[in-house]
């Protein structure tokens, strides 16, 4: 018995290529008259998907048709899929087809002419894959009977090399080595060796005594390693690759090095998925993307609770992708979901668990149904509680019941807002929207209101997510921004090492981009609780210290203090290091807890760049305690009195640290 050929003209395309494409399909059988034939391009309807064609052949552009051995074309009826926005195909063959025969399914142009081809044809997908299939099915008794389908397999490869992405860590420390890797991309971010012989890429690097210059070819595999990189001197530096055939130049994202060993800087997405990869249908190839293709090093699952969106089969593959991808000094990753309950006294949250093989907790389980229930099971050592999107209206969060030991830190920004403020105190990444069913923002769930009424949290960024409440948001007018990321000052590249630094709130969030923010005050770093029982003088001074790197011009570097900008800084390049002296009162900035707790102060860094992204630090909080607390403070100090204070101080049994608080003051006279 013969069997069918299934095959592609051509058999290899570029990605984003727009052409002509041909599906070849030999039946090993008779086919008889009316028999139907459906043609499904296995595509999402996604901007980065197959291009849906269009069955009207009065169209000149994009079209779908088919044509038989004897020059007989056949128009195609389009057919809606349940749970799908994107059409099947239908032919009916109007005569018998021969055994042998070809019948040829046509995506793009009606003409012949490689030119018409091009400009009027089907627009290939924007993501490399190595067969990609698509698939036919055949009735041969027209009644609606098919069987499995024909597939024809077609390589898309990466689109000529448009940019190079250069992936080096973000902070390290004078001598310390260190490899970098280099990827050569398309427009769309494919790895490609598609350019033209001969092309050579010549690499350097600021900030040398001698500067570092290698010649570079483009390699077949699309990326290489550049190991042992070291730099001599602490100092913000960007490495550079120069086309040298175009004269186009692409830099790096900025590396701090410092002159002495410093906490790690890891990159990574917690909450969110690809565009590209269905995080919860196709965890392994979401997690893959994320590690090898989007370079990040450490990523959190998150998909819903409920079993609508994820069976206990479906969690099972999850759980299990989690703990195979975990690998110490490579990639680490945290199994989480999200859950959502009653609003505002609960939100939305996205959970994350210290280790492997734990369940997912459902909303309708009556063991797991309230926050309260599910913190007695666990202790905060075993899960972390992280509210998200908590000023979208009907999904927000007030505060209220907030539990510290669990909720370390909150989500401030997503692609679709940030949680911050609200629209009318100048947030710039507001949650909105202008349709009826677009979610608006609630100022209750503001985060520079819970942080006033003394809830304490680090700050951390979710990326892209269309499943579960935010699924409608592609279809009405909703504002949608670049997915964020979290920065995590960790010790080493392993879950347990960035599950402590996250409860330590040693993290920081941008809208995409990898700018690099430090703030210490009186050396502590953000996140700490620091009191005045132990360091006094901080009645007197709270000296404030940080350093910011941005991908790309900064526009400001505004220092929060309660909510308000304390002062602004407006540097004139990509780096900024500062020092600041908050000389103000203690007493006079202090924020009354009313929760019986100290009176306390707060202080957090937020940047903002010339091209809009921008970062938040988490907050520095001090609490004012001890003997000093009722201290009327000097209404000014010169350079004498600051002696005078410092052998006060030590009478106090102030710290070593707390004296070196007090050299900070300038020789001049200083208000206070």
């Given at each position: ?13 570029l ?9 070849i399909?030999t ?12 043609f ?50 239908q ?75 250069i ?54 595999t ?22 040298v ?17 410093v ?55 999850i ?15 945290f ?9 505002p ?83 710039p ?48 007018d ?59 003088g ?24 309660n ?10 390049g ?9 000389l ?44 000093l ?31 070196e608080?007090?050299d ?9």
């Amino acid at each position: 018995m013969a069997r069918s050929i299934s095959f592609c003209e051509p058999s290899v395309v570029l990605a984003g290529e727009v052409g002509t494409f041909r599906f070849i399909y030999t039946p090993g059988t008779n086919l008889p008259k009316g028999t139907l034939l459906r043609f499904d391009i296995a595509s999402k309807g996604r901007r980065i998907d197959w291009q849906t064609p269009d069955p009207d052949l009065k169209s000149k552009e994009n079209l779908i048709f088919a044509f038989l051995e004897n020059g007989k074309i056949l128009s195609a009826k389009a057919l809606d899929v349940p749970s799908s926005v994107v059409p099947q195909f239908q032919f009916v063959l109007p005569c018998d087809v021969r055994q042998g025969s070809n019948i040829t399914i046509v995506l793009g142009a009606m003409s012949n002419k490689e030119k018409e081809q091009q400009t009027f044809g089907n627009l290939s997908q924007l993501t490399v894959q190595r067969r990609r299939p698509f698939y036919l099915y055949i009735d041969p008794t027209g009644k609606g009977n098919f069987s499995e389908p024909e597939t024809f397999y077609m390589d898309v490869k990466g689109n000529e090399l448009k940019s190079i992405r250069i992936v080096a860590p973000s902070v390290t420390s004078k001598n310390r080595r260190f490899d970098v890797v280099l990827r050569f991309e398309d427009e769309f971010g494919n790895l490609t060796s598609n350019a033209p012989d001969g092309t050579l890429i010549e690499l350097t690097h600021d900030n040398l005594r001698e500067n570092l210059k290698w010649k570079l070819f483009v390699p077949e595999t699309g990326f290489m390693t550049l190991p042992n990189l070291y730099f001599n001197e602490p100092g913000v530096y960007t490495i550079e690759l120069k086309n040298v055939q175009t004269n186009e130049v692409f830099y790096s994202s900025p590396i701090k090095c410092f002159s002495h060993d410093v906490p790690n800087l890891f990159w990574g997405l917690l909450h969110g998925e690809s565009e590209r990869f269905d995080s919860t249908e196709s965890i392994e190839s979401c997690i893959r993307h994320f590690r090898d293709e989007k370079s990040v090093n450490f990523f959190a699952s998150s998909p819903f609770e409920s079993q609508e969106e994820t069976s206990n089969e479906m969690w099972k593959i999850i759980t299990q992708n989690i703990e195979e991808f975990d690998e110490n000094e490579r990639f680490a990753t945290f199994l989480g979901f999200q859950w959502e309950g009653d609003v505002p006294s609960e939100g939305l949250r996205h959970f994350i668990y210290a280790k492997d093989e734990k369940p997912i907790l459902r909303k309708k389980d009556p063991r797991t149904n309230t926050l309260k229930k599910i913190y007695k099971l666990y202790s905060p050592k075993d899960i972390i509680s992280i509210p998200t999107f908590t000023m979208a209206k009907g999904h927000d969060f007030d505060f209220q019941e907030f539990q510290p030991d669990f909720e370390r830190v909150v989500e401030i920004y997503n692609a679709w807002g940030s949680s911050e403020t609200t629209a009318k105190d100048h947030n710039p990444k507001a949650i909105q929207g202008t349709a009826k069913n677009s979610i608006k923002e609630s100022q209750e769930g503001a985060l520079v209101k819970a942080l006033l009424k003394n809830r304490r949290f680090g700050f951390v960024a979710g990326g892209l997510d269309d499943r579960g409440i935010y699924e409608e948001l592609y279809d009405c007018d909703q504002e949608q921004y670049a997915p964020g990321l979290t920065g995590i000052y960790a010790e080493e590249l392993s879950r347990s090492s960035m599950f402590e630094a996250l409860y330590k709130r040693h993290c920081f969030a941008t809208t995409g981009e990898r700018i690099i923010i430090g703030l210490h005050l009186a050396g502590h770093p953000m996140g700490s609780e620091i009191d005045t029982l132990a360091k006094p003088g901080l009645h007197i001074n709270r000296h404030l210290a940080g350093f910011v790197a941005g991908c790309g011009p900064l526009l400001k570097v505004e220092l929060i203090r309660n909510g308000k900008v304390l002062t602004t800084f407006t540097p004139k390049g990509n780096f900024f290091d500062f020092e600041f002296d908050d000389l103000d009162p203690l007493s006079k900035v202090l924020i009354d807890a009313k929760d019986k707790k100290p009176p306390f102060v707060f202080y957090y860094l937020r940047v903002t760049q010339k091209d809009d992204h921008m970062a938040w630090s988490s907050p520095i909080w001090v609490d004012c305690t001890g003997t000093l607390a009722s201290v009327k403070p000097v209404r000014k100090m010169t350079a004498k009195n600051a002696k005078d204070a410092r052998v006060i101080a030590k009478k106090d049994d102030f710290s070593e640290e707390d004296e070196e608080d007090f050299d900070e003051f300038d020789e001049d006279e200083t208000d206070i």
